[in-house]
């Protein structure tokens, strides 16, 4: 596997550095640079034919000596959250082979990486200080079209057709997804949804908001079964919980990162309150996890009861959403 390493990289490395070999397939290529944030080196790592990437924060001296195991598992871990099976995942490591450190392929690379470092910068204020893979940003930083060969195209699906390209007739996509039971309290409407586990809080609102037919003309919150602020079970993410005012609620910025995922292995049971005056409570379950061969967005596939005073499109129930 080569790794174009900028100068200040190879600065921090202290690595034995080749010339890069341009013949060698950009699938299996990386590109790797080293910035500041937040006063803590970090190092940005990004696939030279999908220009998808990742961080790994808080380097010190003390991980030069790891920096190969390092890499690559933040490699598995960037490509398991954007959807590649794990046996792809370690089929493509095989056939990478040993990491090389490499001058950079060429200037496209560089600029590329450049503009990643920027968006990086973007996200600094919601580094998590105890991570050391962000993986809360890991869609975040890769959600912005980018320009190659003259078109633009989304990095992460760039990312799925090239494994889907290498690997012909294989099973490349395993997305995990959640079967949700969300009941609306004190009332007999009931929806189950199938949702990608990377799904954001934030995503699973608007879900909600479309599956209840609200309107988000109000407040709204998300808590915990016992009805606690849900940054108590993951004080990681406290830091980014606001004062709030009447325009949005204080855990609005939490719930952009926290996902489904994460929630629902460690709680199995949420509630989400729409309307703090109507107080319209939903009861969130984690039926079962399924795995998917496809990279799906939500859907409903189970809807019982309408809503008052609100009436209920149940077509919803048919369809994505």
Request: charged fraction near 25%.
């Amino acid at each position: 596997m080569q790794i174009g390493c900028t100068k200040k990289l190879q600065e921090f490395l202290k690595k034995d550095i080749i010339q890069a070999d341009q013949d060698v397939d950009p699938f299996y290529t990386w590109s790797a640079s080293i910035m500041i944030v937040n006063r803590r080196r970090t190092i940005v790592v990004l696939h030279d034919e999908s220009r998808c990437g990742f961080v790994l924060y808080g380097m010190t001296s003390r991980h030069i000596r790891e920096i190969d195991h390092i890499i690559q598992t933040g490699i598995c871990d960037m490509l398991e959250a954007h959807g590649i099976s794990t046996a792809i995942i370690e089929r493509y490591l095989q056939e990478c082979g040993r990491i090389s450190y490499t001058t950079p392929r060429h200037r496209d690379t560089v600029a590329h990486l450049n503009y990643f470092c920027e968006q990086v910068s973007f996200f600094s204020e919601v580094f998590i200080p105890v991570r050391q893979f962000q993986s809360h940003l890991v869609q975040a930083l890769n959600e912005d079209l980018i320009k190659i060969d003259g078109e633009y195209v989304d990095p992460r699906e760039k990312l799925r057709e090239s494994f889907v390209e290498h690997y012909p007739g294989q099973s490349v996509i395993s997305r995990k997804m959640a079967i949700l039971d969300i009941k609306l309290v004190g009332t007999s409407c009931f929806r189950r949804i199938r949702i990608p586990s990377h799904y954001s809080l934030m995503q699973l609102h608007w879900v909600i908001q479309t599956l209840f037919s609200w309107k988000d003309a109000h407040l709204h919150v998300f808590e915990t079964e016992d009805g606690l602020s849900l940054d108590i079970d993951f004080p990681e993410y406290s830091f980014l919980v606001s004062e709030g005012d009447w325009e949005q609620s204080a855990e609005a910025p939490m719930e952009r990162y926290l996902s489904v995922g994460e929630v629902f292995e460690k709680s199995k049971t949420i509630q989400y309150i729409y309307d703090l005056g109507e107080y319209w409570m939903h009861r969130i379950t984690l039926a079962y996890w399924e795995e998917g061969t496809k990279n799906s967005a939500a859907s409903c596939i189970l809807g019982m009861g309408t809503i008052q005073p609100q009436e209920v499109d149940l077509d919803l129930c048919n369809g994505n959403v």
